[in-house]
């Protein structure tokens, strides 16, 4: 009788489940829980079709590590999200793994050994679609490099956070780009001047390509980072490069990502800008390689030359008829110009030792913060 009152009066305890139905069922890695917004494949926060693409809480010894939306039929991601804390240094052994609730909803939350899995999976990637190829490799969305502790690298190599990416793209510049986003959080985003965090959207854009007539090979890749820096501005880079061999990366940012390829990754809220989100001094060297993106044209000189109406002629002023009073008068007046032009360079050059000055003890502001952070 015990037995059967504690059966009906105690509380239901919701298990926890990897592969869940909703984003939402999955917070903690969007800015302010907004995902991104990407055409045909997921508006206002709503996946069109929940049969072929599924939400992974990737969970790795009962603890989740980032988040994952996953095509079904081509059989590679579609992002990774995840929040950057700062990262440990090291690369673990390679032992990749598979989701088994894309194969069976009532099976282990945790992502699985290939090896330890007979099953055949229908669902997703496997080790072997990768091999007998000379050109692609298990491509990271979330890098290992960028986890913060072992067990977080470890959960990166699961197949499902990975997709077929061009061998010489992805340990050429890509990999440079990770190196530099990677300093560029753990300088720049330290939340309330405390504690790393940036929020993480990495994604690929789907090809008529296939690599063993079974998973897509991506045409583009793209990433995006966005956090409230040491000084309470928010801070936002993105970046995108072709998956081909020896593909460049070019620095952008999500506003243009959207322009230019309809992908709303982040809220306006990582779209404030101030001069100071592009003093990034310290990561200079790690990002120096970035192809930038196109300015917009120049203003055209021309416009700001004078001119005159058709059929007219310019009024010129008469000169002085006598050629001893016009040479004195010129060269003092040369004399005045270039004074005055000297005054003006000295005033520039001990303005710009100011800068200067400056951004040298916000740059040893910041290393002192840094050695004082706290990485949660």
Not at 22 to 48: A, H, K, Q, R, S
Not at 161 to 177: D, E, I
Request: proline share 7%; hydrophobic share 30%; charged share 25%.
């Amino acid at each position: 009788m015990l037995l059967f009152l504690l059966l009906v009066f105690l509380p239901a305890v919701p298990i926890e489940t990897e592969v869940v139905e909703t984003l939402t069922d999955c917070p903690g890695y969007f800015v302010e829980e907004t995902p991104p917004e990407i055409p045909d494949i997921l508006v206002g926060g709503n996946i069109l079709n929940r049969t072929r693409y599924k939400v992974i809480c990737q969970t790795l010894e009962d603890t989740r590590r980032f988040l994952t939306l996953y095509d079904t039929k081509n059989k590679i991601p579609v992002f990774s999200a995840y929040r950057f804390i700062g990262a440990q240094p090291g690369r673990p052994k390679e032992d990749w793994k598979i989701e088994p609730q894309l194969e069976d909803t009532n099976d282990d939350i945790n992502m699985r050994l290939l090896e330890d899995y007979t099953t055949i999976l229908d669902n997703q990637a496997v080790d072997s679609d990768y091999r007998n190829n000379q050109s692609y490799d298990r491509g990271h969305l979330y890098p290992s490099s960028h986890a913060p502790n072992e067990s977080a690298k470890l959960s990166t190599f699961t197949l499902t956070n990975a997709v077929p990416q061009s061998r010489t793209f992805n340990s050429g510049n890509w990999s440079q780009m990770e190196r530099c986003t990677k300093c560029l959080m753990e300088h720049y985003c330290i939340r309330n001047r405390t504690v790393i965090e940036a929020f993480v959207v990495t994604g690929a854009e789907q090809s008529d390509e296939k690599l063993n007539d079974k998973m897509n090979i991506p045409s583009r890749m793209w990433s995006a980072f966005c956090c409230n820096r040491t000084d309470g501005v928010w801070m936002s880079k993105a970046y995108w490069g072709h998956n081909v061999p020896n593909g460049n990366v070019t620095e952008s940012s999500h506003e243009e990502m959207t322009t230019n390829f309809g992908i709303q990754i982040f809220p306006p809220l990582c779209s404030v800008r101030q001069k100071s989100q592009d003093k990034t001094t310290l990561c200079k060297k790690k990002c120096k390689f970035l192809t930038p993106s196109v300015p917009p044209a120049d203003k055209d000189e021309t416009s700001e030359k004078t001119t005159f109406p058709p059929n007219t002629t310019p009024t010129t002023t008469t000169p002085p008829t006598t050629t001893k009073m016009t040479q004195p008068t010129t060269s003092i007046t040369s004399r005045s110009v270039i004074k005055k032009k000297q005054e003006d360079c000295e005033e520039t050059e001990d303005r710009n030792k100011k800068e200067i000055e400056e951004e040298e003890n916000n740059m040893e502001g910041e290393e002192s913060i840094m050695k004082r952070v706290f990485i949660i």
